[in-house]
């Protein structure tokens, strides 16, 4: 083999049998394919849009026609309830108005003579009724009478209906809450 200068490269390749490319990267072909790249890109977005743009009108021309409200600038609110603005001070003014009420006297229906009394008045007025309501202890031997009151009427067939009071018993035997202990000797 013969001396070959190492600076040499084609020297060196033709000697050891090397084969390589023998120019560098050519820049127009690059060139030409981000070109033809990127006019790809572009018409594939041009029909893209061109779709959804003919898709939409195709859409809108089958619905129904838009009533005039919805082209009109006119601010309107809808009719209906209403969110609080400051709930917690609603509320304490309901329950004002309603203090207000249960504590005084007024007129609940002026043509039919209806009133409102204060509540406190009106339970006290309601006890005392209940309690005088209360028939006296019957004497023994005699069937109690049932008196309705102003809460609820007595049927038909509980006022024939006579109640007596248990008697207590006096004996030894009266049956206790809990169950007493056995003694048999099982398990409990």
Request: hydrophobic residues 45%.
């Amino acid at each position: 083999m013969t001396a070959v200068d190492p600076k040499d490269e084609r020297k060196v390749a033709q000697a050891l049998d090397v084969r390589f490319e023998r120019a560098d990267v050519v820049p127009g072909v690059i060139v030409r394919w981000a070109i033809g790249l990127a006019l790809v890109s572009i018409v594939a977005a041009a029909v893209a849009v061109w779709l959804l743009v003919f898709l939409r009108r195709q859409e809108e021309a089958g619905d129904p026609q838009r009533p005039a409200l919805y082209f009109s600038a006119e601010a309107r609110q809808p009719e209906g309830v209403r969110l609080q603005s400051k709930p917690f001070d609603d509320l304490r003014t309901l329950r004002e108005q309603e203090k207000d009420v249960l504590g005084s006297y007024g007129w609940v229906d002026p043509a039919a003579g209806t009133v409102r009394i204060p509540i406190e008045e009106a339970m006290r007025l309601y006890v005392a009724r209940q309690s005088a309501a209360v028939p006296a202890p019957a004497p023994a031997g005699a069937p109690e009478a049932r008196v309705p009151t102003d809460s609820a009427p007595v049927p038909a067939a509980a006022a024939t209906t006579v109640v007596t009071a248990p008697t207590p018993r006096t004996d030894e035997q009266v049956p206790s809450p809990s169950p007493s202990p056995s003694h048999t000797g099982g398990h409990p």
